[in-house]
């Protein structure tokens, strides 16, 4: 989402009429072409921002400062009668850019940290935040919530996530970038990948007793009460299982989204109410963008919570 480079080329527009360069600059897209309308053009500055496309936007020096480079299109591979499509997209390209930073920083944190711990005992900087975020999440966040033995091996995955989810939410604040974590496409296979480590940890960890967790089956009860209550209760466990992942997916999603539209329509209120009233809906859209750079650290904070939670829950499950 590129709302930074956004709000900078509404200062570059707000001081002239919205005509044809600043319709450029925020809508001219494949597919968004501008419609003329009572003489004046019409142009929609929000879809394409939160939408995926196949062109990937990277600065240019002229107006209207970007230019669209085309990404490689493959011909579809056909699984049985599906016909699936893997070539590349701008959120394909942000998740691995998030990746690479991941390891760029990550590595390059712990290198530093051992540097500095082999010089004065104690790390130091950049490495010595990096540091206090790993450990609160391991202590506060994993260990706090997955009990039991074998607790620490769930801790990477943990971080995992954090730093991920962390790294995609903060390349669509920048300019010429996009929010690959407003994409439910990639919520969902986040929260999928999530449910099959939860369920996996509850077969390791109980066992044959994990058939507790999806078929209930009260030991306590009589026989012509157990009946009954195995054939309601059954399906229940079901969908409170497929709930956990609907809520990861939604959750991220839609919050990851809403900031994006309400900045980008305070900055159409600049275009639609001229440049009189420009000032306070920038100011607006600056505020709300302050507030998406905490929304970015939340929302990797808890989604990285639920799953240690979830994790915690289905290894002390019992019935």
């Keep these: 989402m590129r709302l930074v480079g ?127 975020m790993v450990l609160y999440l391991r202590d506060e966040v994993a260990l706090k919530n997955i009990h039991g033995p074998g607790a620490e091996r769930y801790v990477p995955f943990i971080l995992t996530l954090f730093f991920f989810i962390l790294f995609a939410n903060l390349l669509g604040l920048i300019p010429y970038g996009s929010t690959a974590t407003g994409n439910i496409s990639v919520t969902l296979m986040l929260a999928l990948i999530t449910f099959v480590v939860v369920e996996v940890s509850g077969m390791l960890t109980l066992g044959r007793s994990y058939l507790s967790t999806v078929f209930y089956w009260n030991k306590e009860l009589p026989l012509f009460v157990r009946v009954p209550m195995f054939l309601i209760m059954s399906p229940v466990e079901m969908v409170g299982k497929l709930t956990k992942p609907f809520a990861l997916t939604i959750r991220l999603f839609a919050n990851m989204t809403a900031g994006h539209i309400v900045v980008l329509a305070f900055i159409g209120l600049i275009f639609f109410f001229g440049n009189l009233a420009a000032g306070a809906p920038f100011l607006m859209a600056v505020a709300i963008m302050l507030l998406e750079l905490f929304v970015a650290f939340l929302q990797a904070f808890i989604f990285a919570l639920l799953a240690s939670v979830f994790i915690g829950q289905i290894r002390s499950a019992h019935h």
């Excluded at 240019?60 to 990404?71: A, G, I, M, R």
């Excluded at 493959?74 to 991941?102: F, N, Q, R, Y």
Aim: hydrophobic share 50%.
């Design 6 to 132: 956004s709000l900078v080329l509404t200062l570059l527009f707000a001081v002239a009429p919205a005509g044809p360069l600043g319709a450029r600059a925020l809508g001219a897209q494949e597919g968004h072409a501008p419609a003329a309308e009572h003489g004046a053009p019409s142009v929609d500055i929000i879809t394409p921002h939160i939408t995926d496309a196949r062109e990937f936007e990277v600065p240019y020096w002229k107006p209207p400062f970007y230019k669209e480079v085309h990404l490689p299109h493959w011909a579809p591979i056909h699984v049985g009668g599906v016909e699936v499509d893997l070539s590349p997209t701008k959120h394909v390209v942000m998740l691995l850019l998030a990746a690479t930073l991941c390891v760029v920083v990550l590595v390059g944190a712990a290198a530093a940290h051992r540097r500095s711990s082999h010089a004065s005992g104690s790390p130091r900087g950049f490495a010595a935040g990096i540091e206090a």
